[in-house]
């Protein structure tokens, strides 16, 4: 039987059905709906070796702060049920090194790119605006407000609304009016819908969500905390419905603020549940760690999906969860007012 299979070499997959996969957010009109997430494939330089990056929406790359940072100690991963704990305290070579560097490459690859960048003080993500300005390639920028503020005793910018406002009106006043900006929230607060109320009235034209959730792993034989930075933030398929939940209640509340979705996503499926609920594209972040294929294989799978579903545009699949039970069969031209 394996003899017979083998000898026919492999199966032809059935042709992909025509869905035009574009997506908008905001002002960014993206020819592809999935992107990595921060953190998960620095520059795309790796992943380019394993699919052609300029086949996805756009990179997203690491968080990059205004100097080299050499991260936390080690152990800084630890594998968790269905996920993956990490602490790495943002490493990085400084905003100048990352311009000559990573994005220059970019650049010359062809490929959308998203920056993101991480301040330890308002003043910091302000500049790192500034110094972006000078750069014609950045499509976008996400703006990782997921780190302690050092002018507030280490108090996390994302968790309140006041200091994640205080970070995009920075990065606002400082970036070319023009440019996309993408708030990148926590799901560590009480109510997310506050902090995106926050960040759009201070500029944000978008929102990226979720990062990883704080969690904490001990370790049973040396009955002391597996990570040296005691705490860190967990991702992977574990926090998938933690995602879904915030991209529902952001849309729910915000018909029109462009949605990025990221937690967990492993399959097309996967990208179809964050893309009805609300999401207008998706990051694949920790999948790329033992699949560096993920983000495009993700894509295929999710056209089909929307193929097999009757769609013809991933734009009239956006929100498509929220509307009444008994008109999701009708793909009418009203699903637009969400999704654009
Ligand atoms: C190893 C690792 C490093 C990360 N670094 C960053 C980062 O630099 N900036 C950021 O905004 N998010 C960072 N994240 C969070 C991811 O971008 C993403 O929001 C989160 O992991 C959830 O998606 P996932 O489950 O697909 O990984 C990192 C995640 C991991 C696992």
Known sequence: MTRALISQGPVPSAPLPAVDMSTTLGQL????????????????????QFFDITTIGAIV??????????????????????????????????????????????????????????????????KLAAR??????????????????VEDRGQVFACRAGSAADVVN???????????????LSPDVTDIVEIVDAVVRAGANGVSVINTVLGMVINTDTMRPHLAGITGGLSGPAIRPVAVRCIWQIRQAFPQVPIIGMGGVRTGLDALEFILAGANAVSVGTSVFHDPSAPARIQVELQRALGERGFT???????????????????DDDIDFISE
Not at 316 to 326: F, G, L, Y
């Open 29 to 48: 009109h993206l020819p592809a709906p999935m992107l990595t997430a921060s953190g998960c494939a620095a520059s795309g330089r790796e992943l380019d």
């Open 61 to 126: 790359t690491k968080s990059v702060m205004a100097n080299p940072r050499s991260g936390r100690a080690t152990p800084r991963m630890a594998e968790t049920p269905s996920g993956m704990l990490n602490s790495i305290g943002l490493q990085g070579p400084g905003i100048d090194r990352f311009i000559e560097h990573d994005l220059a490459w970019l650049e010359e690859r062809g490929a959308r790119v998203i920056v993101s960048i991480a301040g330890s003080t308002v003043d910091e993500y302000g």
């Open 313 to 331: 545009r991933l734009a009239d699949a956006v929100s498509h969860a929220h509307r009444p039970a008994d008109s999701r069969a009708e793909f």
């Open 170 to 184: 920075a990065v606002r006043r400082h970036s070319d009016p023009r440019m996309p900006l993408f708030a990148k």
């Open 132 to 149: 972006l300005r000078t750069v014609r390639s950045v499509a976008g920028i996400e703006i990782n407000i997921s780190c302690p503020n």
